[in-house]
């Protein structure tokens, strides 16, 4: 046993303990402050630097400058609460913090996240808190506090030799306000990038201590340091409440302000005799313990009025009133969430005044972006997580469509659909659309964003799909398409008129996949190399001859013949082209085989993307029939048939990440959709 004992102590790193665990003399800290300066960093500065130490990447976005920060991609812990899409309101909240740390005034708000449920401002405000946290234990993260030593000889505090500083002060705040320029200027402390900056008082607890020794020594500042202040590293946890505070409120009638300030200790009246006594009082309310770091208020608009009042003085003063005791000083940064019901009855309340001017908004809506969405379900949903649960292709692009779609507003342009929308804000090129009309279609939108369904409800419809029976060990988008439709009839966040819309955008959705699988299939069936060579190298030897005025030779009879224009025109007709373009078309060919005949480069078929799909879409017409995918529906496959299948579902599962069941299922899906004729030319 004492051999395993000693495996799992061999992991321990005894040098990184010892330095979080740091302690030191008054006279240590202040060499550690004129190396390191940063170390006395206010709350606001050191989140904001905390942010900024996973660096920053700028890139253009519909020709708007934007940066995104890799912290939100949550490196601490391998992405498990990573935001995604949401890189414009995040970049918000790290400039609002910004302007904090350098003191323009945010420093002085709370910060309110806003948005509908299930966009991330949990997440966000989670990540905030357990980033500071190992921020806390890094050397650029490090931060001190003091505790008081050598006590029992003072009789302060009975039997106890150590008191901790309760609400884990900077240890300069023991220099008196008056010495502080002084001691600053004379000891060089501070550099051009971090200015020592001296703010706040003791608290109650800590101050009583100072003044009683301070009488004991005869006024004697130097005395009282050296002999009772011990200086230690502090180690930021939410868990210890140690810096991190998280405030949730409860119904009215239990809901007590000394929650936010800490209450009386009534067990320690009897001991020092009084309820105004600091060392008689419990500084752990979530301000109290709080300071120095960050804490964040779970639906702050819920909040009883009296604890308002709490918050007020918190964010304009940076100070709290305890129970019995004179005004505070704390140094944290408050950040609150609420959804859009509580935040319209926050406007709507006159009373509410002074917290609406003391609050800055920053507005986290719903992913518009289906690229993005589909991160958030990957997270949790990839094959590879799931562990003997296959998912089809696809399957968490349709519900990540879906969901995008009940967020986005009608486009006012007629011409126009959602459907194209959503495209086109995903970064798709559309005919005649370009970069300029996305701001255009986001400048006419009133709520986009703010309204929809979240990704909460389709994770459970997701999870439903997964656990139900008969889905033969994996789940396709139909599944998800029906567990999304079935909700929705006992969703209670949606209105009877959005269920109906919600239910019409499953369709188009339906509508989309048919579209994209056919596609896939069509691809898979053309997908002979060999073949489709031939079918280009004819097509290239047919128009060469048409726009030299030459005939071309037939392989098999030797006698040249007129080109096959049948064949020219089937194959372009698969991209539109034109009878009255078609010269033009060639043309624009053969001009590109010559460039890359001058530039050294051979011509095949997937060179020119247009050419490569309309021959592949001319091979897939030619291939259907032989292969008789109608054949499905009627189960009856003759083995030369089910030998070209075998060959077209083994592309898909290695091409397109199919497994044996779903790609049987889609070959016969498809097939259904050629029976019916439901094919667009």
């Not at 009255?580 to 005949?597: Q, S, T, V």
Request: aromatic fraction near 8%; charge should be negative.
């Amino acid at each position: 046993m004492s051999t395993m004992v000693s495996r799992i102590a061999s992991l321990q790193d005894y040098d990184r303990y010892r330095d979080l665990h740091w302690e030191g003399s008054f006279e240590d800290y202040l060499n550690i402050v004129r190396e390191r300066p940063e170390v006395t960093r206010n709350a606001f500065q050191r989140l904001y630097d905390m942010v900024i130490s996973y660096g920053e990447e700028e890139y253009i976005d519909n020709k708007k400058r934007l940066v995104r920060y890799p912290f939100f991609s949550d490196p601490i812990e391998g992405g498990r609460d990573a935001i995604f899409g949401l890189d414009i309101p995040l970049m918000r909240l790290v400039h609002v913090l910004q302007a904090a740390a350098q003191g323009y005034g945010p420093e002085r708000r709370i910060i309110l996240l806003h948005g509908p449920v299930g966009s991330s401002k949990s997440t966000i405000a989670r990540l905030l808190k357990k980033g500071l946290e190992a921020y806390s234990r890094t050397p650029a993260g490090a931060l001190y506090t003091y505790d008081w030593v050598n006590l029992r000889e003072t009789g302060l505090t009975g039997d106890d030799d150590t008191m901790l500083c309760p609400m884990h002060d900077e240890p300069l705040r023991l220099i008196p306000p008056e010495w502080r320029p002084q001691t600053i200027d004379q000891l060089k402390l501070g550099s051009d990038r971090h200015q020592v900056r001296i703010h706040g008082e003791l608290n109650p607890a800590c101050r009583f201590m100072f003044q009683n020794l301070l009488e004991r020594y005869d006024g004697n500042w130097g005395e009282v340091v050296n002999r009772h202040i011990r200086v230690r590293r502090l180690l930021l946890s939410e868990q210890d409440r140690v810096g991190i505070g998280t405030f949730q409120p409860k119904d009215e009638k239990n809901q007590d302000s000394t929650e936010l300030t800490g209450d009386i200790n009534y067990r320690k009246i009897a001991e020092y005799g009084s309820d105004s006594d600091p060392r008689a009082f419990n500084f752990d309310g979530e301000l109290n313990i709080a300071n120095r770091g960050i804490v964040e208020f779970v639906e702050v608009l819920k909040l009883d009025v009296a604890f308002l009042y709490d918050l007020l003085g918190a964010t304009q003063e940076h100070r709290i009133k305890p129970k019995k005791f004179a005004q505070t000083d704390i140094d944290e940064v408050i950040i609150g969430h609420t959804n859009e019901a509580e935040y319209r009855k926050l406007l709507n309340n006159e009373f509410m005044e002074a917290l609406r001017d003391r609050t800055i908004k920053i507005d986290i809506p719903y992913i518009t972006k289906q690229s993005e969405e589909i991160k958030i379900y990957r997270k949790d949903f990839s094959s590879e997580r799931l562990r003997g649960k296959h998912v089809a292709p696809h399957t968490l692009e349709v519900a990540a469509m879906w969901a995008v779609l009940t967020r986005l507003e009608e486009p006012k342009k007629h011409e126009l659909t959602l459907l194209q929308k959503m495209k086109i804000y995903d970064g798709k090129i559309l005919p005649g659309y370009t970069q300029d009309n996305v701001k255009e279609l986001r400048k006419e939108t009133k709520r986009e964003g703010l309204d929809g369904m979240s990704p909460r409800y389709v994770q459970d419809k997701i999870s439903n799909a997964l656990v139900r029976d008969g889905t033969e060990g994996y789940i396709n988008p139909f599944m998800i398409l029906n567990e999304l439709e079935k909700g929705l009839r006992t969703s209670l966040t949606a209105t009877e008129e959005q269920r109906a819309r919600y239910e019409e955008l499953i369709s188009v959705v339906k509508g989309e996949y048919d579209e994209i699988v056919k596609n896939e299939v069509q691809r898979a069936i053309s997908a002979d190399e060999e073949a489709i060579g031939r079918l280009c190298a004819n097509y290239i030897d047919n128009i060469r001859a048409h726009l030299m005025k030459q005939k071309v030779k037939n392989k098999y009879t030797g006698r040249d013949e007129e080109p096959d224009e049948r064949l020219m025109r089937s194959i372009e007709e698969k991209i539109d082209i034109s009878e009255a373009r078609k010269d033009d078309f060639r043309r624009e060919i053969m001009n590109f085989i010559g460039h890359l005949a001058l530039e050294g480069k051979k011509f095949t078929y997937d060179t020119n993307d247009r050419l490569r799909k309309a021959l592949e879409m001319k091979l897939f017409e030619d291939q259907k029939d032989s292969i008789k995918l109608s054949s499905f529906v009627s189960n009856v496959i003759d083995k030369e048939t089910q030998d070209k299948i075998d060959i077209i579902k083994n592309r898909l599962i290695k091409h397109y990440g199919y497994n044996e069941a779903s790609a049987t299922d889609v070959l016969a899906y498809v097939a259904s959709i050629f029976a019916r004729g439901d094919v667009k030319s």
